[in-house]
């Protein structure tokens, strides 16, 4: 088996993230907007703010990432590429990584870069933390994408499948959430918890492939 | 079945919801042979073709593919953006092939004009042509279309009718649901 499928896989998966236009921009507007609004609700006091700001983007990357995920392979299953990568030889698992690989570098990475500059409008210190939550942004937002890979699969043949899509996910960003959030505090747990961030990242890239790859041969059943 | 058969299927049934779609179905597939699938809207031509192409999994019986094969279906695989150019590029790339055969294959397609025009603004019968260019990129023996006649002008249909006659003569098979007249000269038929 050569790797040439899996790689055309991946770059097309790039391509159309950017063919649609503006389109790569919405998850950023949503993680963005997310967490402008929030000071407004809350109130403006630095300290409260201070205290929830990684927090809240954490939720607002998890919500952030719902949005696009339909993407990953909803067209292909409509318009037969699907159907065309399903009978490349190469295993199914590995075409739906390179995929949401694909997806989450165009929508997921983009939301980690910008964690910093939001952080900072929550009246964070600047510091190496910041680089260091960005890190964990990335991390987690990885393990987001691969979990909501596996219900975009599920979903690939549903219409508006969106709703659905969130209700398999939101379970499975669980883990990844809490690990995520605690890494960040600065409680008795803390000391582990970018440990455990990454060892759920890890079981989610290990895992999820051949979740994504059995639903999408379900899928073209 | 013969020793020498490129693909070849026992005892195919297959169920749709609560509906028997059909059963008992056998076929064998030799080199330069064609078989065209019969029957009505919803008979099942196509599920039986993505059950011989592996995409399905029948209710009873089994297919041995001994052969690679390509696939051309009514969900012909283009996306909006991608121009017919761009759409053999990817495939000639994920299938391990060259790119140089790509200018000469759009020429003979008659896709020179409309080589960097969006899919979203091909017509039917262009896009149709672009995707039986994939049959070209790689030599494969096995053939499965999917009313590949539609959508297609005069020209076009000689076109294909031409590649069909190359291929077979070459020791390649074809399976084929047509709705009208084949046009070419078939070995068998699968009436679902």
């Not at chain 1, 700001?53 to 719902?66: D, E």
């Not at chain 1, 209700?167 to 747990?189: E, N, R």
């Not at chain 2, 696939?71 to 953006?81: E, F, N, S, V, Y």
């Amino acid at each position: 088996m050569t790797p040439a499928p899996i790689l055309s896989a991946f770059r097309q998966a790039l391509g159309e993230a950017w063919a649609g236009g503006a389109g790569a921009l919405l998850p950023v507007g949503f993680f963005a907007g997310a967490a402008v609004l929030v000071p407004l609700g809350v109130g403006t006091d630095p300290e409260t703010l201070r205290t929830i700001g990684p927090g809240i983007l954490w939720v607002s990357l998890a919500l952030s990432s719902l949005v696009t995920l339909e993407r990953i392979f909803q067209a292909d299953a409509e318009d037969g590429s699907l159907d065309l990568w399903l009978q490349t030889g190469a295993p199914a698992a590995s075409i739906a990584a390179a995929k949401t690989l694909a997806h989450w570098l165009t929508a997921g990475l983009p939301l980690a870069l910008l964690s910093p500059f939001l952080l900072l409008m929550f009246q964070a210190q600047i510091g190496g933390a910041l680089l260091e939550n960005m890190l964990y942004y990335a991390f987690g937002g990885l393990a987001f994408y691969f979990w909501g890979g596996v219900s975009a699969a599920l979903a690939a043949t549903v219409r508006r499948g969106g709703l659905l899509i969130s209700l398999i996910a939101l379970p499975l960003y669980v883990p990844t959430a809490i690990f995520g959030a605690l890494a960040m505090g600065d409680g008795p747990s803390s000391a582990a918890a970018p440990l455990f961030l990454a060892a759920s990242t890890l079981f989610a890239l290990a895992v999820a492939p051949f979740a994504m790859g059995a639903a999408l041969r379900l899928a073209a059943d | 079945m013969s020793a020498s058969a490129l693909l070849s299927a026992a005892d195919i049934g297959m169920i749709r919801g609560e509906r028997l779609l059909f059963r008992g179905v056998s076929l064998t597939l030799g080199p330069g042979e064609a078989i065209l699938l019969r029957g009505q809207n919803g008979a099942g031509k196509t599920t039986l073709l993505r059950i011989l192409a592996g995409l399905t999994q029948p209710e009873t019986g089994s297919v041995v593919r001994a052969a690679p094969h390509h696939w051309i279906a009514h969900r012909d695989g283009l996306k909006p953006h991608e121009t017919p150019r761009g759409h053999l590029t990817l495939w000639a790339r994920a299938w391990g092939q060259s790119t140089t055969a790509i200018e000469p294959l759009l020429d003979k397609m008659e896709l020179s004009r409309p080589s960097d025009v969006p899919a979203k603004h091909l017509s039917a019968g262009q896009r149709q042509r672009t995707a039986l260019a994939r049959l070209h990129l790689e030599n494969r023996p096995v053939w499965l279309l999917d009313e590949p006649l539609t959508a297609l002008d005069g020209h076009g249909k000689t076109l294909l009718l031409d590649m069909i006659a190359a291929h077979r003569e070459q020791g390649g098979g074809i399976i084929a649901a047509i709705h009208g007249d084949a046009e070419f000269e078939i070995d068998m038929q699968v009436d679902i």
